[in-house]
C-alpha cells in the first residue's frame, strides 16, 4: 500500500523557515515525479515545486528565491524548504508523487505564519 506521509509544519512567526518531509513507502518513489502542494481556506489548490526523477525542479516565480524542494532517493523522501515565510503562506502542504501511472497525496500537514 502505497503511503506519503507529511511532517513539519507548524506555527512560524513571519521571516521565519520551516521545513517539510514526506517520507514515501510502498514500492513507489524513484520513478517518479514529485510535488508538493498547498490549499489555504477558501482557495483552490495550488503548485508550489515539483521536482522530476531525474532532479529537474520548477517551481511557480511566487516561490522561486523563498523555496526550494529537494529529494533524497536513499530515504525515499522529498523535502520542502521554505525561508522568509509571510503570513500569506498560511496553508495545508501536500505532497505528490505522480508518473507512470501513479497520482498518490498525502494527508496534508498545517503551516501556519503569524504576523
Known amino acids: 500500500q502505497v503511503q506519503l506521509v507529511e511532517s513539519g509544519g507548524g506555527l512560524v512567526q513571519a521571516g521565519g523557515s520551516l521545513r517539510l518531509s514526506c517520507a514515501v513507502s510502498?514500492?513507489?518513489?524513484?520513478?517518479?515525479?514529485m510535488g508538493w502542494y498547498r490549499q489555504a481556506p477558501g482557495k483552490q489548490r495550488e503548485l508550489v515545486a515539483v521536482?522530476?526523477?531525474?532532479?529537474?525542479?520548477n517551481l511557480p516565480n511566487s516561490f522561486k528565491g523563498r523555496f526550494a524542494i529537494s529529494r533524497d532517493n536513499a530515504k525515499n523522501t522529498v523535502y520542502l524548504q521554505m525561508n522568509s515565510l509571510k503570513p500569506e503562506d498560511t496553508a495545508v502542504y501536500y505532497c505528490?508523487?505522480?508518473?507512470?501511472?501513479?497520482?498518490?497525496w498525502g494527508q496534508g500537514t498545517q503551516v501556519t505564519v503569524s504576523s
Open positions: 521536482m522530476t526523477t531525474y532532479g529537474v525542479t
Open positions: 510502498g514500492g513507489i518513489f524513484r520513478g517518479n515525479a
Open positions: 505528490r508523487a505522480y508518473g507512470l501511472g501513479d497520482d498518490y
